[in-house]
């Protein structure tokens, strides 16, 4: 267990669907990145936040959203999901800028 | 922009030594990371340089050279367990925040 708890582990569901992904932090660590890692690619950076304000935006859809609550957890939203939103969804924390945990991800598939 | 490149495929048999070579592009640099993911599973740290250098921690090492703006894994004593995939990050300059861009990742393949 590395201390991050993302759930749900596996999702399915429908185009035009949306989902809700969550995942709590390790004890102590305020900032909380959540990363798509699509079939045979890397990991590309969607959103960070810091003790609850967005810090940072990389690749992320306009359909996606995010946010972070007062006790740390974050959730990721995904909606309008098209077949192309299909991939795992990592969530990492970290207290220091290069040494990341992640979390197990949820793997969403979207038919 | 920012960018890392590293090869897509090594393959070595237990008990080798092997290297995964990183080179990177940056408009700054705040130190290399390394990470290790087995298939599905999730990216783990390994290790990091922010200095130019070797650092050791068991079987692996991990080099920096800025002015050569390359890095690499170096991987002793292969095991089977050790197959996964590897991959090499920067900090993203170009973000307010602490976010790490990865490179595409090396998968290594380690058979007896």
Redesign the interface.
């Given at each position: 267990d590395s201390g991050v708890t993302q759930t749900p582990k596996h999702l399915i569901t429908a185009t035009g669907q949306r989902v809700t992904l969550r995942c709590s932090p390790r004890s102590g660590d305020l900032s909380v990145y959540w990363y798509q890692q699509s079939l045979d690619q890397g990991l590309q950076f969607l959103i960070q936040y810091y003790n609850g304000e967005e810090r940072a935006k990389g690749n992320i859809l306009e359909r996606f959203s995010a946010q972070q609550f007062p006790d740390l957890h974050s959730e990721l939203n995904l909606s309008s999901l098209e077949l192309g939103d299909s991939a795992l969804y990592f969530c990492a924390s970290s207290a220091t800028d290069y040494g990341y945990t992640f979390g197990s991800g949820t793997r969403l598939t979207v038919v | 922009g920012q960018s890392l490149e590293q090869p897509s495929e090594v393959t070595a048999v237990e008990g080798a030594i092997v290297q995964i070579n990183c080179t990177y592009q940056t408009s700054g640099f705040?130190?290399l990371?390394w990470?290790q993911q087995h298939d599905?599973?999730?990216?783990?740290?390994l290790s990091?340089n922010?200095l130019d250098g070797l650092e050791e921690t068991g079987r692996f090492s991990s080099f920096l050279s800025r002015s050569d703006s390359y890095g690499y894994l170096l991987l002793q004593e292969l095991q089977m367990k050790d197959s996964a995939s590897y991959?090499c990050?920067v900090?993203?300059l170009n973000?307010?925040?602490?976010?790490?861009?990865?490179?595409?990742?090396t998968t290594l393949s380690v058979s007896s």
């Amino acid at each position: 267990d590395s201390g991050v708890t993302q759930t749900p582990k596996h999702l399915i569901t429908a185009t035009g669907q949306r989902v809700t992904l969550r995942c709590s932090p390790r004890s102590g660590d305020l900032s909380v990145y959540w990363y798509q890692q699509s079939l045979d690619q890397g990991l590309q950076f969607l959103i960070q936040y810091y003790n609850g304000e967005e810090r940072a935006k990389g690749n992320i859809l306009e359909r996606f959203s995010a946010q972070q609550f007062p006790d740390l957890h974050s959730e990721l939203n995904l909606s309008s999901l098209e077949l192309g939103d299909s991939a795992l969804y990592f969530c990492a924390s970290s207290a220091t800028d290069y040494g990341y945990t992640f979390g197990s991800g949820t793997r969403l598939t979207v038919v | 922009g920012q960018s890392l490149e590293q090869p897509s495929e090594v393959t070595a048999v237990e008990g080798a030594i092997v290297q995964i070579n990183c080179t990177y592009q940056t408009s700054g640099f705040y130190g290399l990371s390394w990470y290790q993911q087995h298939d599905g599973g999730a990216p783990t740290f390994l290790s990091y340089n922010g200095l130019d250098g070797l650092e050791e921690t068991g079987r692996f090492s991990s080099f920096l050279s800025r002015s050569d703006s390359y890095g690499y894994l170096l991987l002793q004593e292969l095991q089977m367990k050790d197959s996964a995939s590897y991959f090499c990050a920067v900090r993203d300059l170009n973000q307010a925040g602490t976010a790490l861009i990865f490179g595409k990742g090396t998968t290594l393949s380690v058979s007896s």
